[in-house]
């Protein structure tokens, strides 16, 4: 098993994420059903916020607020004091708020003292009623917060605000949005502040959304309330071509593909979760992502064309993920193909996997490795650890490993921006495995310990420093190109 078998099985990657596509599964596959509201923006265009212009409701803006954005009382009333600066210039203001600060973690640890880390499936309704709590917990704060601004505010749940889920706890799938209690509250002058992460099904439970809950019931909501837009307050100033904190001099991207965007949410991109960026797209919503300290232009998600597509740079961005285990499953004992078995245990648990590669149909044993979320995989390893010792193999899994991620458009039919990933992470000594190509990416599973190093090392070769080691790095790839000539 090579890695070039795992870059041909790019169709195998995630339960409900398509490698270099926008998929539509994230919105429950219900794409056409938000609130029984007629989603009548048009297509994403070239250039501009996706979906952008007639037949939305003008005036009317969700805003969401994210954790690290509300963590003190000091950014709480920050947030408020910029939601009632809005609303005073002649906004309609929708607000959907995160648990604060390190909130959910506080109340995973105080549920792992009962449960253990992975909840068996009696306490996942438990566990979601726990975690609902620091949502909700923060949008009454931030509406009194609203209060001592002389704004008038009220806090919802997602239920209250009409959100519909449906699928299993701990992974709800936004179903449709009953819009009337908000639209009710802006007629009356109101701000409605949503408590994000959360919706009930159809028996009235609280179903928690999973990853990303928050910024999808940002997006849910403007796609249902027919928003003229979305906005993402974040504690950084957009979207970046590195993560800031490992990258010293990154640029501030203006517009990102929407379908870029999803790719970089996917493969580490802290700013804007992936199940979002695709329902923006799936009901075109124009989204932005903003600074919630300073003002500034922020980073737009356009529509997945642009201008000069095939003169433009490759590589918008390196992203990176530290939450990473590699998964290998080993059986000699089998007469038949396993990769339908384990792929089901994957999508039982609702696992995300990257990077999948497995034996050919001639190989005497069968092999199949994956790549997959360290925090995720616990509840499937008892599992796939049975599947394997059943057919008289073996589950081998190695958390010493990271993913770092060459972004851009093109990819695959430039395979010179792929030969300078492998290129510079070889000259810095960064051993790769279990590579993995496509139009919108190229992966690479790499020593955990050397994650950071890497990112700058690729930054730098691709030329997306900001000042002279961009210059720098330009001239490096116009001389590899001319050895290569």
Known sequence: MTSGQASGHASGQAP??????ISGQVSGEAAGEVAGLPLTGPAPGCGTATGAGQGRRRGLVVHKYGG??????????????RISAARARGERVVVVVSAQGDTTDHLLARAAAFTGAAPPGSALRESDQLLATGEIASAALTAMALHGHGTPAVSLTGG???????GRHGAGLVDRLDPGRILDLLDAGTVPVVAGFQGVDARGETVTLGRGGSDTTAVALAA?????????????????SADPRVVAAPRLLPRVPVDVMAEMAFTGARVLHSRAVELAALHHVPTLVLSSATEGPGTVITGICGPALETAPAVTAITHDADVVRVLLRCADTGRDLAPDVLGILARYALPVDLVARSGPAEEEFRMGFATRRGDFAAARPALASLALAHGGELRVDEQVAKVTVVGTGLANRPESTARMLSALARAGIATT?????QIRASALIPQKRLEEAVRVLHT??????????EQAEQTGQAEQAEQG
């Not at 409900?16 to 596509?21: E, F, K, L, P, T």
């Open 16 to 21: 409900g994420h398509a490698s270099g596509r």
């Open 461 to 470: 070769a691709f030329a997306l420093d900001v000042g002279e080691q961009a």
């Open 224 to 240: 249902g309330l027919n928003a003229e837009r979305c906005l993402i307050h974040t504690d950084v100033p957009g979207v970046f």
């Open 434 to 438: 279990w590579i993995l190509t496509s």
């Open 160 to 166: 209250q605000a009409g959100l519909r889920v449906r």
């Open 68 to 81: 690290s954005s509300l963590a003190t009382p000091q950014q709480v009333r920050r947030a408020a004091a």
